[in-house]
Structures are given as C-alpha cells and as structure tokens.
Nanobody, 123 residues
Framework: QVQLVESGGGLVQPGGSLRLSCVGSGRIFSINGMGWYRQAPGKERELVAA???????NYADSVKGRFTISRENAKNTVHLQMNSLKSEDTAVYYC?????????????????WGQGTQVTVSS
C-alpha cells in the first residue's frame, strides 16, 4: 500500500513561515507530478502548488512569491516552504501524488492523497 504522510503544520503568526513536508512510503516505483492543495472551512479544495518530475512548478496566484515547492525524487518527498503567511492561508493542507506506479510497467497508475495537516495563521 502507498501512503503519503505530511508534517510541518501548526500555528504561526502573520508574516511568519512554515515548511511542510510529505513523504511517500510503501511500494513506489515512480511518481509523476506532486503537489499541495488546501481546503479552508466552507470552501472547496484548491491547488496551492505543483511540481513535475523534471522540476517545473505551478503556483496559485494567491501564493506566488511567498511559497516555494520542491521535491526529492529519490526520496518520494515534496516540500512546501511558506513565507509571509497571511490569515487567509489558514487551511488544511493536503499532499497529492499523481500517477503513482507501484511497479515497472504498471498499467494502472493512480493518484494518492495524504491525510492533511492543519496550518493556522493567527496572532
């Protein structure tokens, strides 16, 4: 079984920083894209940032210039460095791994989600 485990969430004051990490474990041969999503109370889940195997990145407009996504392919790990945090960044943050192949030649890659980690920005 494949699991994604997030860490690094917590309470931070406005203007502060947090670093989220997500590690994939279990039988993993390859992962295509990885990303971070977030869901605030009463709102839909939204993409925060995504990164391809080759390192190409994509960010939501609301976090551009403040958040940085990175990954370590060999460790099935993705990070999200969040700086200049605002109250509107408060949400549960979810890690996503796309088109995960558990074996070479796996014809049915699938997506996986982490359990979520709470980020609260408040004074």
């Amino acid at each position: 079984q494949v699991q994604l485990v997030e860490s690094g969430g917590g309470l931070v004051q406005p203007g502060g920083s947090l670093r989220l990490s997500c590690v994939g474990s279990g039988r993993i041969f390859s992962i295509n894209g990885m990303g971070w999503y977030r869901q605030a109370p009463g709102k839909e889940r939204e993409l925060v940032a995504a990164i391809t195997t080759g390192g190409s990145t994509n960010y939501a407009d609301s976090v551009k210039g403040r958040f940085t996504i990175s990954r370590e392919n060999a460790k099935n790990t993705v990070h999200l460095q969040m700086n200049s945090l605002k109250s509107e960044d408060t949400a549960v943050y979810y890690c996503n791994a796309q088109r995960v192949r558990r074996l070479p030649g796996d014809l049915l890659p699938r997506d996986y989600w982490g359990q979520g980690t709470q980020v609260t920005v408040s004074s």
